[in-house]
């Protein structure tokens, strides 16, 4: 079994920042990809950024690209989201999520949440 422990989600004023993080534990062989997602009241789950770890490749949703930056501690199998500069439409439930393994298994985090307010 794979865990996910998330933290870091609080709120923030507009233009403040946040680090999120998502500690991966349990039978991990290999992990294939990391990423963030992030689910609004009403809304649909929506990719936020995903690294892919073998290349180290990084992709952003259009909305915080240069906002927000995805990394990751390989020695914790923990991955981060910072973000920065924050705005009202980023607040959501923030889930992390990987892709383990030859068969690429996913599993997701509970789930942190994040709410940008003033």
């Known amino acids: 079994q794979v865990q996910l422990v998330e933290s870091g989600g609080g709120l923030v004023q507009p233009g403040g920042s946040l680090r999120l993080s998502c500690a991966a534990s349990?039978?991990?062989?290999?992990?294939?990809?990391m990423g963030w997602y992030r689910q609004a009241p009403g809304k649909q789950r929506e990719l936020v950024a995903t690294?892919?770890?073998?290349?180290?490749?990084?992709n952003y949703a259009d909305s915080v690209k240069g906002r927000f930056t995805i990394s990751r501690d390989n020695a914790k199998n923990t991955v981060y989201l910072q973000m920065n500069s924050l705005k009202p439409e980023d607040t959501a439930v923030y889930y992390c999520?990987?892709?383990?393994?030859?068969?690429?298994?996913?599993?997701w985090g509970q789930g942190t949440q994040v709410t940008v307010s003033s």
């Open positions: 999520n990987i892709d383990v393994g030859t068969y690429h298994l996913s599993y």
């Open positions: 349990g039978r991990i062989f290999r992990i294939n990809a």
């Open positions: 690294l892919i770890t073998s290349s180290g490749t990084t």
